[in-house]
C-alpha cells in the first residue's frame, strides 16, 4: 500500500451491541471511539463483496454479545484514492431481516444493516449541519440518505451521490460496501475527519 496520507477517526455505534448509546456526543468518549487510517489505494476498488483488493487497509473491529448462539462482530475497512473514500463493513449478527425497498423507506434504520455519517469540517457538533452527511444502508441495499442545514436539522430530500452494494453470505452474514466521491483537492485537505455509524444488529 502506499504511504499513509488521509486520517480519519471513526466511531461506530451498534444499538444492541452497546446499550445507551444515541448520537454523535458520544464520539468523544475513549470507550466508544476507535480510530482508523484510510490508507491511500493506487487502484479504484470494485464494491463486489470480495476483500481482495482491500489487503492491506486498516481495519477497526467490533465485538458484541452473542445472541441465540450466534457471534456479532463487525469489521470496518477504509481505503480511498484520487476520487473516493471506500468503506466495507464485515458484519456478523444474529438472523437478519429487512424489509423497506423504497428509497428514504420509513423506518429503514430498523432493518439489519450500517450506518454511517459523515462531519467533512469535522466540527463535532451536535447539530447537523451542511457540512454533514448521512448513509442508512440496509441488508436489501435500500438506502435512506440525508444532509444537515444551516438550522441544524437534517434534509431528508438530499440524495447522496454514493454508490453501495451489499453480499448476504448466509442468514446471519453480511458485507456492505460503498464509495463516496470527493473532490481531489478536498481529499487532500480533509484530515481526521471524524466517521459515526452504527450496525444495527
Known amino acids: 500500500m502506499p504511504q499513509t496520507t488521509w486520517y480519519w477517526s471513526l466511531s461506530v455505534l451498534i444499538p444492541l451491541f452497546v446499550a445507551g448509546i444515541c448520537g454523535a456526543d458520544g464520539a468523544e468518549s475513549s470507550d466508544l471511539q476507535h480510530r482508523i487510517r484510510a490508507l491511500k489505494t493506487a487502484i479504484?476498488?470494485?464494491?463486489?463483496?470480495?476483500f481482495a483488493k482491500w489487503r492491506g487497509a486498516?481495519?477497526?473491529t467490533?465485538?458484541?454479545?452473542p445472541l441465540a448462539g450466534h457471534p456479532r462482530h463487525a469489521t470496518v475497512y477504509a481505503l480511498w484514492d484520487k476520487e473516493n473514500l471506500y468503506l466495507a463493513f464485515d458484519?456478523?449478527?444474529?438472523?437478519?431481516?429487512?424489509s423497506v425497498r423504497e428509497?428514504?423507506?420509513d423506518k429503514l434504520w430498523e432493518d439489519d444493516g450500517v450506518e454511517f455519517l459523515i462531519d467533512s469540517m469535522s466540527h463535532r457538533t451536535k447539530e447537523f449541519l451542511p457540512d454533514d452527511f448521512s448513509y442508512h444502508i440496509n441488508i436489501l441495499n435500500t438506502v435512506y440518505d440525508d444532509r444537515g442545514t444551516p438550522s441544524g436539522q437534517p434534509d431528508p430530500q438530499w440524495n447522496?451521490?454514493?454508490?453501495?452494494?451489499?453480499?448476504?453470505l448466509d442468514g446471519y452474514h453480511y458485507v456492505v460496501q460503498a464509495s463516496l466521491p470527493g473532490r481531489k483537492s478536498a481529499l487532500k485537505r480533509w484530515r481526521?475527519?471524524?466517521l459515526l455509524g452504527s450496525i444495527s444488529a
Open 91 to 98: 458484519v456478523r449478527s444474529s438472523k437478519l431481516q429487512a
Open 103 to 105: 428509497h428514504d423507506g
Open 58 to 60: 486498516d481495519t477497526v
Open 62 to 65: 467490533f465485538e458484541g454479545k
Open 44 to 50: 479504484p476498488i470494485p464494491l463486489d463483496g470480495d
Open 192 to 194: 481526521g475527519i471524524p
Open 160 to 168: 447522496g451521490s454514493a454508490k453501495h452494494a451489499v453480499r448476504i
